[in-house]
T-cell receptor, first 112, second 114 residues
Framework: AQSVTQPDIHITVSEGASLELRCNYSYGATPYLFWYVQSPGQGLQLLLKYFSGDTLVQGIKGFEAEFKRSQSSFNLRKPSVHWSDAAEYFCAVGEEGNKLVFGAGTILRVKS | EAQVTQNPRYLITVTGKKLTVTCSQNMNHEYMSWYRQDPGLGLRQIYYSMNVEVTDKGDVPEGYKVSRKEKRNFPLILESPSPNQTSLYFC?????????????FGEGSWLTVV
């Protein structure tokens, strides 16, 4: 079965600093990969997705992610974090039948 | 507007009292599913449905039932809720049951069982 690991439960960054959230997956074939964000008390919003092609994917809100097959990673990055980015971030891999397997999530705190 | 609508959004109930969380989508999607979200575990799939009258278990189906009598609706039924079913529940839908189809999530239903 597929699995997704987000090694960092919590991350704190200063406003304006760069951000990288880590995600590792296990999957036999080329995976469908996703990053979702959940603001406090809110539902899930899709930030970006990777299916094939260019390994650097641009998303909404200034986020990007890079697919590295050799490292089985799909890390999320943002060059300059804003206070409104404080949320929980989930990495997910798409399985057969359009099921998503999620990581445990990383809670991002932004300090001013 | 494309929507997945869940009700209720918030519910506190007592152990053993049957409850239903409704889910409706307005996009004529074939595929619908339910997830639960728990701290430190992310989201896990409870049940899914490929189409009307076609449902199957996900990863954590124990204690839940579903039905799919109409294409737009996919209710989640807790026949005898227990405290370990306290969680945040999400309904999701996509046009087809094929990897890569855009998945739309509802806003979530917070359920507390006391």
């Amino acid at each position: 079965a597929q699995s997704v690991t987000q090694p960092d439960i919590h991350i704190t960054v200063s406003e304006g600093a760069s951000l990288e959230l880590r995600c590792n997956y296990s999957y036999g074939a080329t995976p469908y990969l996703f990053w979702y964000v959940q603001s406090p008390g809110q539902g899930l919003q899709l930030l970006l997705k990777y299916f094939s092609g260019d390994t650097l994917v641009q998303g909404i809100k200034g986020f990007e992610a890079e697919f590295k097959r050799s490292q089985s990673s799909f890390n999320l990055r943002k060059p300059s974090v804003h206070w409104s980015d404080a949320a929980e971030y989930f990495c997910a891999v798409g399985e057969e039948g359009n099921k998503l397997v999620f990581g445990a999530g990383t809670i991002l705190r932004v300090k001013s | 507007e494309a929507q997945v609508t869940q009700n209720p959004r918030y519910l506190i109930t007592v152990t053993g009292k049957k409850l239903t969380v409704t889910c409706s989508q307005n996009m004529n999607h074939e595929y619908m599913s339910w997830y639960r979200q728990d701290p430190g575990l992310g989201l896990r799939q409870i049940y899914y449905s490929m189409n009307v009258e076609v449902t199957d278990k996900g990863d954590v189906p124990e204690g839940y039932k579903v039905s799919r009598k109409e294409k737009r609706n996919f209710p989640l039924i807790l026949e005898s809720p227990s405290p370990n079913q306290t969680s945040l529940y999400f309904c999701a839908s996509s046009a087809f049951a094929a990897s890569g189809n855009t998945i739309y999530f509802g806003e979530g239903s917070w359920l507390t069982v006391v």
